[in-house]
């Protein structure tokens, strides 16, 4: 989301806009040439006071600027004229929760937040990279269909550029001490809970003595490492797992891997399946991903249906293994990350957010001259 949010201002800048960015903290170089950023940090005994506040100075010191003709936003909150919807429903994921849960000021907080943007009244439009979760939303909101905007998946040709095969898979093995003909399942993404590393690890545990000579599950992410280390341990296969936090090279390590697994509880998009089909690694997936359906589609790998079964999907875990289908699995889904590439070039939001502002600065002219 971060990623994206820097190329959408960068396009802005492009097309003669200037921009003005607001967040708590900032990792990396600054922008510069048409693009401001204020980092505004805040401080609260808990996550949503430290929103709030933050969200207060903001809009303060949006206001007080006095010449901001559009707000986007990528964090639920008031003020806001389009909202970008990279996270699932708030009140659906809430409604399967207990009632003392719902009634956590917290919990009360962020379903607020998500009610002003997509309650019916709401004035705000919403662009969405996935059709997945817009079903919750109308649900629970009744969200006029006029105010989603779909954003076709965008996937960089430059980060995905394509490595020698045999150099990659001898990068990952050397990288994290693996045998050079270990068979390697690749896990990315942060919040390995959600993205289903138990369900991985016991997938693993549950293949034959001989499998897990050569074998391995590795995972990439920020998470805290220690629940899924103790629970290989407990199932006997804490040689065939290794953690890693992020790297910068994740592309060439999905390249080097043989397989990419994401077995997530719920994901509203998965951007890490269309960059494994981008860097021609086979994909094993659960159907509670929002772009899981570029797998079936494309033919790229396995999709596990709803609802989960542990036993299916170690199944599946041992074909993946097994096949010889998985050559074809990777041309397939380097064909359709290519054509995903070619219909967004990265500049899908700034068209829509230019659409929206211009169609928002006519109106206020026709208010003002009538």
């Known amino acids: 989301m971060q990623r994206d949010m820097l190329r959408t201002a960068n396009e802005l800048v492009k097309r003669g ?3 003005e960015i607001y967040c708590m903290s900032w990792s990396g170089d600054l922008p510069v040439g048409g693009i401001q950023v204020h980092v505004m940090p805040a401080t609260g005994l808990f996550n949503y006071l430290r929103y709030q506040k933050f969200i207060a100075n903001a809009q303060a010191a949006i206001r007080q600027a006095g010449n901001i003709d559009y707000i986007f936003g990528y964090n639920r909150m008031t003020g806001l004229d389009a909202h970008f919807a990279a ?15 719902r009634w ?12 002003v943007i997509f309650d019916a009244k709401a004035e705000t439009h919403i662009l969405m990279v996935s059709e997945v979760e817009k079903v919750h939303f109308q649900h629970w909101y009744q969200t006029p269909e006029a105010r989603f905007h779909f954003i076709p998946p965008y996937l960089s ?6 490595q020698d095969k045999a150099a990659m898979r001898s990068h990952l093995r050397n990288t994290f001490g693996f045998d050079k003909e270990d068979f390697v399942f690749m896990l990315t993404g942060s919040g390995f809970h959600m993205k289903g590393l138990d369900r991985a690890i016991r997938a693993l545990a549950a293949l034959p003595a001989d499998y897990l000579n050569r074998v391995k599950l590795l995972a990439v992410g920020q998470d805290n490492p220690k629940p899924f280390e103790n629970m290989a341990k407990k199932l006997g296969v804490a040689s065939n797992l290794v953690i890693s936090k ?5 592309p060439q390590l999905m390249q080097g891997a043989d397989i990419c697994v994401h077995p997530a509880y719920r994901e509203n998009t998965g951007l890490v399946i269309l960059e494994a089909l981008a860097s021609g690694t086979p994909m094993l997936v659960t159907e509670s991903c929002g772009y899981a359906h570029h ?10 249906p709803l609802p989960f079964d ?8 041992k074909q993946m293994i097994d096949s010889a289908d998985k050559q074809i699995w990777a041309r397939n889904g380097l064909a359709h990350a290519q054509l995903l590439m070619e219909q967004n070039d990265g500049s899908a939001e700034a068209n829509i957010l230019i659409r929206l502002a211009e169609q928002k600065v006519s109106r ?5 001259n009538a």
């Open 87 to 101: 996270d699932p429903c708030f009140r659906e994921r809430a409604s399967h929760r207990g009632f003392l849960y």
């Open 104 to 115: 956590l000021p917290r919990v009360k907080w962020f379903a607020e937040c998500e009610r």
């Open 246 to 250: 992020g790297r910068p090279d994740i």
């Open 310 to 317: 542990q036993a299916q999907f170690n199944g599946f875990f």
């Open 157 to 162: 040709k430059a980060r995905f550029e394509l």
């Open 295 to 304: 797998v079936a589609e494309s033919g790229a790998g396995k999709v596990m």
């Open 17 to 19: 806009h200037t921009v």
């Open 364 to 368: 206020q002219n026709k208010v003002m």
